[in-house]
């Protein structure tokens, strides 16, 4: 069984970047993001193709809830293509952020879910 991946702790730590929705959203939000590492951007029904890409990304990146998914559809397309790395969503005025992780991690054991904090924006 191949090793897990150290947790993503910053986003400068990472190579490979995958923005999971409309890139209206993700201009929104690139002022929160730093120039590295490049983002690339897909709609949630080319996410598999990402997946299976020999340079898969390091980390995806989406809001909790968008027109046509939330964070727990994207969650659970990347648990059953047994990705191995970082599952993050923008923090995007949540009432209780720490309640939607624990749903997530409780519902797909195993995968690196969280929300991004300012912290790991600068």
Known sequence: MA???APVTHLNDV???LFVGDPVYLHLAQ??????PPVKICQIFDVPRYLLNRRHPDI???L???PLFDCMDLAELLYLHNFQ???RIFDTNLPNPEL???EVRATFPGL???VLSPADLS
């Open 60 to 62: 995806v990146l989406s």
């Open 85 to 87: 790395n970082a599952q």
């Open 100 to 102: 939607v992780c624990r």
């Open 3 to 5: 090793s897990r991946p």
């Open 64 to 66: 909790a809830m968008t």
């Open 31 to 36: 002022a929160r993001l730093p120039s590295k």
């Open 112 to 114: 690196d879910f969280g």
């Open 15 to 17: 190579r490979a970047c």
